[in-house]
């Protein structure tokens, strides 16, 4: 039944062809091409008989326009829908041009703009340069809000129109960046003068803080960072390598700027006879007994030892630390105090000696306390932690005060080798 009906329908078709066209059987070519190549839908072409009514009908992409038919160099229509009767085989070519946008520019500030001499036409490279006016600094092109360009050339491809605002702001509304570390910083305004700093580490790197130099304050923790700039800031971005964790609890903890031992605290304290603290410190139990042992020692050597401060907890040092950044700048407090989580304090095995005219100062080296401890403070275990002129390597400043204890053996290790406590610490990390 199928194949009878499909017969019927070819004999039909054949019919119909030759009722309408009596006497004309030659077939013709209609070949349709567009210009430039590849912008249009170009319907109607094929093969027809002579006399055929044909029509033919482009529709462009987006962003261009018709312009006119031609077949060789005769224009031969210029609407897109073409309809000729067929004598011969034919060749048609539909033309466009790039569509033509608007392309406008506001200065936000004080400023003007360079055009190109073209047009702005679709696909066709354009570019609008920035000009700032004297006190004015071009700061970047904005469009519906956001951020296209940083820069004053902008450059792009039209593809529809576009309104664009320059922002320019006075020349002292600026962020005067330093990079410190492993990482760079993204720096965007909004035409009020709000700056959003973004500050972006490298792999193995985590963001440390924003340090305003002026003020010496660390204003903030957070990788992004916004405010209203309305003069020069000068502003530091820190980057730090991730802290590496460090086990509190043991005597040779490696503890400095590049360790944590985050919230540890010690669970065997205990307080220290007058005699030998005034104040009555804290520390662990071995530490307290080798500290008798040397304060007796030092006592029949005709020096008393004093301790003034001791153990101190992660929120004491967090509290002693935000204080110490607020009085000098936290740059300079970072040469003589810890950050919580960093300080050998914490451990409640470190003690600074004092009591003297010249404590917390160079001067208590001259000490009687101070010369006896360094000379014989590793016999019982202690070391001195920040030698002089090893900054670079402690990261704080001489401090001829402060001694932790890690037990008699380590100790003479550690004075025959020479080298800062943190060097033989983290020497000996490595080889467990
Ligand atoms: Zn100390």
Redesign the pocket.
Known sequence: MIFLWKNWLLLFGVMSVVMILPGCNANVDVNLNSAPAQVAELIGGGEFLIGDEVTVSALPQPGWEFVNWTSGKKVVAETSEYTFVIGKKTTLTANFQAQEYAVSALAQGQGSFLYPENSPRHGVAYAITARPERGYRFVCWLEDGEVVSNVAEYAFIPAGDRELTAMFLPEEYRVELTVDGGGQVVESWTPDALVTLAAIPQAGYEFFGWVDLVSQQEVSGKEEYSFVCQETRNMLARFRKELVPADGSSLSAVVGKATSIGKYAPQDLVTLPRNLSAKQRRVRTHVADALELMAQAALADGVKLNVD?AYRSYNTQYDLFHRYAKRDGVLTAETYSARPGQS??QLGT???FGGTNSDYDDAFAETNQGKWLLANAYKYGFCLSYPKGAQDITGYKY?P??YRFIGVDLALEWKESGLTLIEILHQKDQAD
């Open positions: 401060s050998e304090h470190a003690v600074d401090e005060w402060h």
